[in-house]
């Protein structure tokens, strides 16, 4: 018995709660993937896992198990990383997720640079605005937005990315532009909904400690894309907060008008996320460094100094 290769197959079995999930994700057939954790269990005497038609469960031993083969499996991979690392660049099959606005207006356009400095990587990039299971999907790392995910994960903080209220010149025809966020009420708005629940995301205000927060009416138009939420409120269609670096290029070309500058809703943060026992690999170290110089140019606060912290803080 591979003993790495099986303590890898129990993790990502425990991980995805399916041996066909594991199986895709790391390329085996699935009777392999059973074979190899069937194989760990006779090793250490002890089942690891409850198997059902539908799921799979660790047992009180497993959940132990896990936990001890997730340091052990980030510093063998720390380990390698260091010494290969030394005497070559990182290479190599690297899966990234990513949402749509992100991957084409910031990361696609400086992407030949990451091609010169890691030419040996295979950059898998999935662009989509959907929420991605990593573990489920064999997918190294996601560039996301907003709340993060269970404490399994890890992040780091890439940028702050502000909002700005905004408008085409040809909606204001005839119309009041807004002076104060209650002023909004008066306007048709463009705004966001969730995808999985159609609930319309408000449009939130602040100014020092003073909150306001607006929820738009049916009158409207709701998107669940950066893009064509930006390209409705070009067309007119009505008000509303968009990124501040989508925005500002058309803001300064005239095609779209700012409002309340002094009305800021808290800044978007943006996090690369992986798997915690996925770091320190070598082309997800590099991607991660990379990436974070990147989304520097984009940071409302213009931060230069990196942050990792865990996800459930």
């Known amino acids: 018995m591979d003993q790495i290769l099986a303590i890898r197959t129990f993790v990502r079995v425990a991980e995805a709660g399916s041996f066909a999930k594991a199986a895709d994700s790391m390329n085996l057939p699935r009777s392999s993937v059973s074979k190899l954790v069937q194989d760990l269990e006779a090793h250490l005497g002890t089942k690891l896992v409850e198997r059902t038609t539908r799921s799979v469960t660790m047992t009180t031993e497993g959940v132990t198990y896990h936990e001890r083969a997730l340091r052990l499996l980030a510093d063998l991979d720390d380990m390698d990383g260091t010494v290969a690392g030394a005497r070559s660049t990182p290479k190599g099959k690297l899966r990234v997720d ?11 356009p400086a992407l030949a640079d990451f091609q010169l400095q890691y030419p040996d990587i295979d950059l898998m990039l999935g662009v989509s605005d959907r929420s991605a299971d990593l573990i489920g999907e064999g997918i190294d790392c996601v560039i996301r937005g ?3 995910p269970d404490s399994s994960m890890m992040a780091r903080k890439l940028c702050e990315l502000d909002y700005v209220l905004c408008a085409a010149p040809g909606y204001l025809n005839g119309r009041e532009p807004p002076v104060h966020p209650d002023d909004v009420q008066a306007h048709r708005v463009v705004s966001y909904f969730s995808a999985s629940s159609g609930k319309r995301f408000p449009l939130r205000f602040q100014r020092a400690d003073e909150r ?3 929820a738009p009416g049916s009158e409207g138009i ?20 968009s990124f501040g670096f989508l925005a500002r290029p058309h803001i300064e070309r005239g095609s779209l008008v700012e409002f309340l500058p002094e009305w800021k809703p808290e800044n978007h943060t943006l996090h690369l996320v992986y798997p915690a026992d996925r770091f320190p690999n070598p082309r997800l170290r590099g991607f991660a460094d990379w990436a974070a110089r990147i989304f520097e140019r984009v940071d409302a606060r213009r931060a230069t100094t990196p942050e990792i912290i865990h996800a459930d803080g």
């Open 222 to 241: 709701s998107v669940n894309e950066s893009t064509a939420h930006l390209n409705a409120l070009l067309a007119g269609l009505g008000i509303g907060q």
């Open 146 to 148: 907003g709340a993060l």
């Open 212 to 214: 306001i927060e607006y």
């Open 98 to 108: 990513i949402g749509s606005v992100l991957a084409n207006e910031i990361l696609i």
